[in-house]
Structure formats: structure tokens, C-alpha cells
């Protein structure tokens, strides 16, 4: 962890932090957080890919982490991720790139690699497939009461958030997000009231570990983590047409991950709709592994990226 460099960029108008390791001469990765992450969350990763002789980078979106928060959080979009990203490639004088991403991270990765396929040597997303044009409007039914439609109505979270210090907010994700069922309130109950007080962190999370992410918290609040992805879900995939990714993609899935119990997302996977989209993907299921699938069995989620990565290596021009 020592060895992790830290860096701001001036990028469309923002300074972004970004984490870095390894030889700029290596073959690079860049690697997309979900929420409620950040870059460390990636940690266990970076190592393992570095030591591979790989050039690892790891930003902090914009409203998130060490990065600035735009001046309006409430207009942030996807797009402004995307483009971030783009950014952060071109500062760095990285032409081509395999793209890791977690959560909500896919659904800046693979419009990135639709925008930019020359830029992209293969994709891993981690929790979360291609999502199709419409996604959240047409393709897949959120339930009622749950975490993302709660958090979706403005003012609702901010309520239900400031009841509490940061610190008992991201534990109580972290707890929540970390079990096989999905985040459901009844009408009259907020999210944070589905986690009793004195309920453990996952085991793999240390008091340290969560340090790290409310330390940052403390810093950008929620603000822009709210807005994207939750309040910009609608607009996942609206704008693309007859897309197609063409890169080499792996999918891993945590086999307990509660995101898969959305009405239809399984499906999708499992009956292998989601290669109408992109082709050339794998699927890999970890026995037991949670939506943090990555901190949880990070030995065995990081042989799969490095057989990944050595496989395609060859796509890359350095």
C-alpha cells in the first residue's frame, strides 16, 4: 500500500485524484469504483495486477473521495463520468487500456468502450452485466421500497442519512450491501432502519478499512453519489443505438450478490441475452461471494482478472 502514488489532474474543469502503481512503460488498467466506494476499495487488486507488470490507476469520480465535487451536483451525469475517464486517460498518455469496474462502474465502462473502442484491449465488470438500451425503464422492474427507488426521490435519503454521523451511514451500506437479500423498506421505514444497531461489519472489512471510506466521506458527503448513479438511472442506455461491444469482456458475479435478485437481471445473464450485446463475453460465479465479491475473496477474484488480462494482453500496444 506504500507504494500506491497519489496524484491530482486537472480534468474538465475539476481536479481529480487518482491512484497509481506500476511502470509507465507496463500495459495499463484503469480501474472504476461503485458506491459506496472509492478508490481503495480497489486495493487488494491494484497490488496484485502491479506485481503482474501491469500500470494500475484507480480515480476517485468527481464528487467522490479526494476528487473535487462539481458545482452543481445535482446536474452530474454519467456522461460526465464517461468523459472524466476519457480525460484521465488522455492526461496520462494512455492510449489503450483494459477497463475494471465494479457496480455501477460497468455502466461507465462499457458506454466508454462504445465511444472509444480503439482505447479498450478487453473489459472485466464485477456485480454488473452490459446493461441494454432502457435498462431501469423498460428491461428490468425495481421493486418497491427498494434502496435504489427510495434513494432515487430527492430529499428522502438526505433525511434518512442525517439521522446519523457518516461514519454509521457507510457502515450500515457496507453491512447491507454485503448480504444475499436484496435492500427492501416497508412503507413505513427508511433504509437505514433495515440495519439493527450493534449488527458486525462483514468479516472482511476491518474497523480500518471503513476508516478509509469514511474519512472520505466526511469530505465529499453524498451529494454527487446520490445524484450518480441512483438519480441519473433513467437515462442508462436511452441515448445508445444497436449497441455492440466488440472487446474481449469478463463477468464476475458473487453467487450471493443481492443485486441478482432484481426481477429479471439473472435472467438476462443466465439465458445469454446479454451477448446480443456483447459477444465476446465469459461469465464466472464465485461460490458465496457478495456484491463486494472483490474485498471479500480477493485472492481468488484477482487470479481471475490476471488469467483475464494475460489472455489479452496481446490486444495491447504500449
Known amino acids: 500500500m506504500d507504494q500506491i502514488a497519489h496524484k491530482f489532474l486537472q480534468v474538465n474543469g475539476l481536479k481529480l485524484h487518482v491512484a497509481e502503481l506500476g511502470s509507465e512503460s507496463s500495459p495499463a488498467v484503469i480501474f472504476l469504483h461503485g458506491f459506496p466506494e472509492i478508490w481503495y476499495t480497489w486495493r487488494h487488486q491494484m497490488i496484485a495486477v502491479a506485481n503482474a507488470g501491469f500500470r494500475v490507476i484507480a480515480p476517485d469520480f468527481r464528487g467522490y473521495g479526494l476528487s473535487d465535487s462539481p458545482a452543481e451536483p445535482e446536474k452530474a451525469s454519467f456522461d460526465d463520468l464517461i468523459n472524466d475517464t476519457a480525460s484521465i486517460l488522455d492526461s496520462l498518455a494512455i492510449s489503450k487500456v483494459f477497463v475494471i469496474a465494479k457496480d455501477f462502474g460497468a455502466i461507465i465502462a462499457y458506454p466508454f468502450a462504445l465511444l472509444h473502442p480503439q482505447k479498450v484491449a478487453g473489459i472485466i465488470t464485477l456485480g454488473l452485466p452490459f446493461m441494454p438500451p432502457g435498462a431501469f425503464t423498460h428491461h428490468f422492474v425495481l421493486p418497491e421500497g427498494l434502496y435504489v427507488r427510495r434513494w432515487q426521490e430527492p430529499g428522502r435519503a438526505e433525511a434518512d442519512f442525517g439521522r446519523f454521523d457518516v461514519k454509521t451511514v457507510v457502515r450500515n451500506i457496507y453491512i447491507l450491501f454485503s448480504q444475499s437479500e436484496m435492500p427492501i423498506a416497508n412503507e413505513n421505514e427508511e433504509i437505514m432502519d433495515l440495519v439493527k444497531p450493534l449488527t458486525p461489519l462483514p ?116
Open 203 to 318: 468479516s472482511w472489512l476491518t474497523e480500518e478499512d471503513l476508516s478509509v471510506y469514511v474519512d472520505l466521506y466526511e469530505k465529499s458527503r453524498f451529494r454527487t453519489a446520490l445524484q450518480v448513479p441512483y438519480r441519473s438511472l433513467q437515462m442508462v442506455g436511452s441515448t445508445v443505438q444497436d449497441p455492440k461491444i466488440e472487446a474481449q469482456t469478463l463477468l464476475i458475479i458473487g453467487e450471493e450478490d443481492y443485486a441478482f435478485k432484481i426481477p429479471g437481471l439473472d435472467e438476462y445473464v443466465k439465458s445469454g441475452e446479454v451477448k446480443k450485446y456483447v459477444p465476446n463475453q465469459e461469465t464466472i460465479y464465485v461460490p458465496g461471494g457478495s456484491h463486494f465479491v472483490h474485498e471479500q475473496f480477493p485472492d481468488h477474484v484477482n487470479e481471475c482478472i490476471l488469467t483475464f488480462l494475460d489472455n489479452n494482453k496481446h490486444s495491447v500496444v504500449v
